[in-house]
């Protein structure tokens, strides 16, 4: 054992050094992008090297893949999403197979968190490991060697720095030498960042291919509101219901049917200040919902139908933001907020309707925050690695108002340029169909902004993506042939 041990923990020792060293370049550029990709293929390769039990474990195979996509993302196109969450992928891949079963995404997380929090002392755990492997096959204790070495040094070493001390005292040139040999000196050379850097990425490193055994607790208790009897719930759901089913008629009397608002109130001040403000009233709602559920709620056949009766009026009122935020949309433009808005609405909504399907049936609370953690990932993973945000923003407002023509809202350019090289190829197409001179001239002057950004980008490792340079070729080959 002791053999298999000290083979470990000198592979391990070795790897870790490697990885801080690969890991290193990242803090030379202003961003983390393709090199931080490629640190993330070579680490988590290092992983499944040195873990057998990762290649037979399908889940961990699964976490692993994900890991891969989220890397390949980062070499794809920088950004900040995928860097944080391709650390807790790598905690999943290292942990799961540990695991009998995946459980729920609740508990996972909570191990994950707790994985993180107790890595932090991954030393102290190998120190122990050692001193009980040296006691058990009758090594010397640490502090008998660490004598005979002091007593071995002590005199040859004094005598050495008193008289160095006295030799750079009478020789200046003895003095000029040992300057530079002197800690102060190369503490000035080393960037107090650097350092910290270095030792966050040994100690992730280390516990990524160390990891340190934690305990699975059980699940705890399920959430309950104390003090909520079935009559106070039953209550309470009949007065829910009735203050959504008001809010819900004005949405479906004023912004579904479209009937005329009443004097001094526009449709962008309806549709605007409820959209955030009604997804917060959903979420809470049905925060209270799974708070109120109790196991054999579906024998209740009032307390039941008022549930789904609140449940459908919520979903409704989801819809209803969704429409809102639309019509501000159509007449404000898109931008990456309010598409993110969009989106968190829909998994809402989707959410809502899990909750509906548990109720209905016999599934858990575990299934429940299952479906809704895969739903969300999902989405999660669509928009990091296969769809580009801003060019989708500046695409659809190039669009909309190219079919608007003159009549429709003026293109809001600051927006656009915000958006970066992802615009380029947009305004690029507004420039060449647009038939307002006007526009065309404004979309010239931003795309060559654009198209140079892009070059400088392209011309440096840091800024490298393959999406920008697929992005470089095609507008190059747009231009290309356009007529002089």
Same mark, same amino acid.
């Given at each position: 054992?002791?053999?298999?041990f000290?083979?470990s923990?000198?592979?391990?020792?070795g *790897?870790? +050094?490697a990885?801080?060293?690969?890991?290193d370049? &990242?803090?030379?550029g202003?961003r983390? @992008? $393709? !090199? =931080?990709g490629?640190?993330?293929?070579?680490?988590?390769?290092?992983v499944?090297a040195i873990?057998?039990?990762?290649?037979r474990s399908?889940?961990?195979?699964v976490?692993?893949?994900v890991?891969?996509l989220l890397?390949?993302s980062m070499?794809?196109d920088?950004?900040?999403?995928?860097?944080?969450?391709f650390l807790?992928?790598l905690?999943?891949?290292?942990?799961l197979?540990?695991?009998?079963?995946?459980d729920?995404?609740?508990?996972w997380?909570?191990?994950?968190?707790?994985?993180?929090f107790f890595s *932090?002392? +991954?030393f102290l755990?190998e120190?122990r490991?050692? &001193?009980?492997?040296?006691a058990?096959? @009758? $090594? !010397? =204790?640490?502090?008998?060697?660490?004598?005979r070495?002091l007593?071995l040094?002590?005199?040859?070493?004094?005598?050495?720095?008193?008289?160095?001390f006295?030799?750079?005292s009478?020789?200046?040139l003895?003095?000029?030498a040992l300057?530079?040999?002197a800690?102060a000196h190369?503490?000035?050379l080393?960037?107090?960042?650097?350092?910290?850097?270095?030792?966050?990425?040994?100690?992730?490193?280390w516990?990524?291919l160390?990891?340190?055994?934690?305990?699975w607790r059980?699940?705890p208790a399920?959430?309950? *509101?104390p003090?909520?009897n079935t009559?106070s719930?039953r209550l309470s759901l009949?007065v829910?219901?009735?203050i959504?089913?008001?809010?819900?008629?004005?949405?479906?009397?004023f912004?579904?049917?479209?009937?005329?608002l009443?004097d001094?109130?526009t449709?962008?001040?309806?549709?605007?200040?409820?959209a955030?403000a009604?997804?917060?009233?959903?979420?809470m709602a049905?925060?209270?919902?799974l708070?109120?559920?109790?196991?054999?709620?579906?024998?209740d056949?009032?307390?039941?139908r008022?549930?789904l009766?609140?449940?459908?009026?919520?979903?409704?009122?989801?819809?209803?933001?969704?429409?809102?935020t639309?019509?501000?949309?159509?007449?404000y433009?898109?931008?990456e907020l309010?598409l993110?808005?969009?989106?968190?609405?829909?998994l809402?909504?989707l959410?809502?309707?899990?909750?509906c399907?548990?109720?209905a049936?016999?599934r858990?609370?575990?299934?429940?925050?299952?479906?809704?953690a895969?739903?969300?990932?999902v989405t999660l993973?669509?928009f990091?690695?296969?769809?580009?945000?801003a060019?989708v923003?500046?695409?659809?407002n190039v669009?909309?108002h190219?079919a608007a023509?003159e009549q429709g809202?003026a293109?809001d350019?600051?927006?656009m340029e915000?958006l970066?090289p992802a615009a380029?190829?947009?305004v690029?197409?507004?420039e060449v169909?647009?038939g307002?001179e006007?526009?065309?001239?404004?979309?010239r002057?931003?795309?060559?902004?654009?198209?140079?950004?892009?070059e400088?980008h392209?011309?440096t490792?840091d800024?490298?993506s393959?999406r920008?340079?697929r992005?470089?070729?095609?507008?190059r080959?747009?231009?290309?042939?356009?007529p002089d």
């Amino acid at each position: 054992m002791a053999l298999t041990f000290r083979r470990s923990f000198l592979l391990r020792a070795g *790897l870790t +050094p490697a990885l801080v060293a690969v890991a290193d370049p &990242l803090l030379d550029g202003p961003r983390l @992008g $393709a !090199p =931080a990709g490629v640190l993330g293929l070579v680490w988590l390769g290092t992983v499944m090297a040195i873990h057998p039990e990762v290649r037979r474990s399908r889940p961990a195979l699964v976490a692993a893949g994900v890991a891969t996509l989220l890397a390949l993302s980062m070499i794809e196109d920088a950004g900040a999403l995928a860097p944080l969450l391709f650390l807790p992928a790598l905690g999943m891949v290292v942990l799961l197979p540990r695991q009998r079963r995946f459980d729920d995404a609740w508990h996972w997380f909570s191990r994950l968190a707790r994985f993180g929090f107790f890595s *932090l002392l +991954p030393f102290l755990d190998e120190g122990r490991t050692l &001193l009980r492997l040296r006691a058990r096959h @009758g $090594a !010397p =204790a640490p502090g008998s060697v660490a004598g005979r070495w002091l007593r071995l040094l002590a005199v040859p070493v004094l005598g050495a720095l008193v008289f160095l001390f006295f030799f750079a005292s009478a020789n200046p040139l003895v003095e000029r030498a040992l300057a530079v040999l002197a800690p102060a000196h190369w503490l000035d050379l080393v960037d107090p960042a650097r350092l910290a850097f270095w030792a966050v990425m040994a100690v992730l490193a280390w516990t990524s291919l160390r990891p340190r055994r934690i305990s699975w607790r059980a699940a705890p208790a399920p959430l309950a *509101l104390p003090g909520l009897n079935t009559a106070s719930l039953r209550l309470s759901l009949i007065v829910f219901n009735l203050i959504f089913a008001v809010e819900n008629l004005l949405d479906l009397t004023f912004l579904w049917s479209g009937a005329a608002l009443p004097d001094g109130v526009t449709m962008a001040d309806y549709a605007h200040r409820g959209a955030y403000a009604l997804i917060a009233t959903a979420l809470m709602a049905g925060g209270f919902v799974l708070a109120a559920c109790r196991p054999g709620i579906a024998g209740d056949r009032l307390l039941f139908r008022l549930l789904l009766a609140w449940i459908g009026q919520n979903v409704l009122l989801v819809a209803s933001s969704m429409r809102r935020t639309l019509d501000y949309v159509e007449a404000y433009g898109l931008t990456e907020l309010r598409l993110a808005a969009l989106v968190w609405m829909a998994l809402v909504g989707l959410g809502l309707v899990l909750i509906c399907l548990r109720l209905a049936g016999t599934r858990s609370g575990g299934w429940l925050i299952n479906a809704n953690a895969l739903a969300a990932g999902v989405t999660l993973m669509i928009f990091i690695t296969a769809i580009d945000p801003a060019a989708v923003v500046a695409s659809w407002n190039v669009h909309r108002h190219l079919a608007a023509g003159e009549q429709g809202p003026a293109l809001d350019w600051d927006y656009m340029e915000s958006l970066g090289p992802a615009a380029l190829l947009p305004v690029l197409e507004l420039e060449v169909a647009t038939g307002d001179e006007g526009v065309r001239g404004e979309a010239r002057d931003l795309r060559a902004h654009l198209l140079a950004d892009l070059e400088r980008h392209q011309s440096t490792v840091d800024w490298w993506s393959y999406r920008g340079a697929r992005r470089l070729a095609e507008a190059r080959r747009r231009l290309a042939s356009l007529p002089d």
